[in-house]
């Protein structure tokens, strides 16, 4: 069996390209990947077409058709993400069998972590809602409704897949008039899966926090969930593990309150507040008036103590 050959880079570029593709402390947003089925038109089509305007820039598109079954044989779709530097995927593809169908997936460590198979029952694109849309590159505000998300396994992993697939740069700070687009996820009683978005309107209230008002913009997805493909607890804990750089110690005589306000506690010794040497300055000290007015007080204490002791050896 022969070796594999490590080439190693030649040029600039190449050795930026290779040492940008190595772990990192902070990891970038991720990027997507759009492959094409064998047959993929309609519905499934004008999705991936609006899910790709909603994640540019972050975004790879194959225009090609490929011949991939990604739960029978995930292979050619975790070489196409290796190539392409993609850590999410969207692969569309409609038969009689399994009609409009969409399979969203993450990889770790160049493998298939989780995937999960949609069928599109009812779309409605973006192009469809005549009404003014929201910006390029905007980070969403993303709700999801219903107690279902957190009672099984698989709606668990599905909701971190939809954060996931909708995260962009982390940033530390955000304006109200920055927040201006909703993702809304729903779980109905049938177990369908809603998808609705949402443009943020800023109206006046006459207050000094305006009065919100959501208007529907695209896309509206009713979705299915056909086929899972979940990791292991083992190798989730281990692709969410963070290093250590990263990890908070905790702080001594520091809190943080219900509110996200950090408080601190100070510890000091004994002030001996008697031997401090203090200057007198002169708008402390009294004036003269003051001064004869405490020496008549005192002469008249002096004299009223004289005449008691006076009276009392009598």
């Not at 190798?235 to 750089?245: F, G, I, N, T, V």
């Not at 008249?300 to 009598?314: F, I, M, P, T």
Request: net charge positive; proline share 4%; aromatic share 6%.
């Amino acid at each position: 069996m022969s070796l594999l050959r490590i080439r190693k880079p030649k040029t600039r570029k190449g050795k930026k390209m290779l040492m940008a593709r190595e772990p990192q402390l902070i990891e970038a947003a991720r990027t997507m990947l759009f492959v094409d089925g064998r047959k993929c038109g309609g519905s499934v089509k004008q999705f991936m077409k609006d899910l790709n305007q909603l994640k540019k820039p972050l975004v790879k598109v194959l225009n090609r058709k490929n011949d991939i079954t990604p739960f029978e044989d995930p292979s050619s779709l975790e070489f196409l993400t290796m190539k392409n530097y993609a850590a999410q995927f969207v692969f569309g593809s409609t038969s009689k069998k399994r009609p409009d169908n969409i399979v969203l997936g993450r990889l770790y460590e160049n493998e298939v972590l989780d995937m999960f198979e949609l069928g599109i029952k009812q779309y409605k694109a973006i192009s469809e809602f005549m009404n003014e849309k929201i910006g390029a590159c905007v980070k969403p505000c993303l709700v999801f409704n219903g107690p279902q998300w957190s009672q099984t396994e698989e709606l668990r992993r599905l909701r971190n897949l939809f954060i996931d697939t909708f995260h962009r740069e982390k940033v530390d700070s955000i304006r109200l008039q920055g927040v201006e687009h909703v993702m809304s996820f729903t779980v109905t009683d049938n177990m369908n899966i809603l998808m609705r978005s949402y443009k943020i309107l800023l109206k006046k209230s006459g207050q000094k926090t305006p009065r919100i008002e959501l208007e529907e913009i695209g896309p509206s997805a009713d979705f299915v969930i056909r086929r899972t493909k979940i990791a292991s607890e083992d190798l989730y804990k281990q692709a969410r593990k963070q290093p250590k750089q990263l990890k908070v110690g905790k702080k001594k005589n520091i809190s943080t309150d219900a509110m996200g306000n950090t408080k601190g506690r100070v510890h000091m010794g004994k002030q001996l507040t008697g031997s401090i040497q203090t200057r007198r300055v002169k708008a402390l000290r009294k004036t003269p008036e003051e001064k004869k007015e405490n020496r008549q007080k005192k002469k008249v204490a002096l004299k009223a103590a004289a005449a008691e002791a006076l009276a009392a050896s009598h």
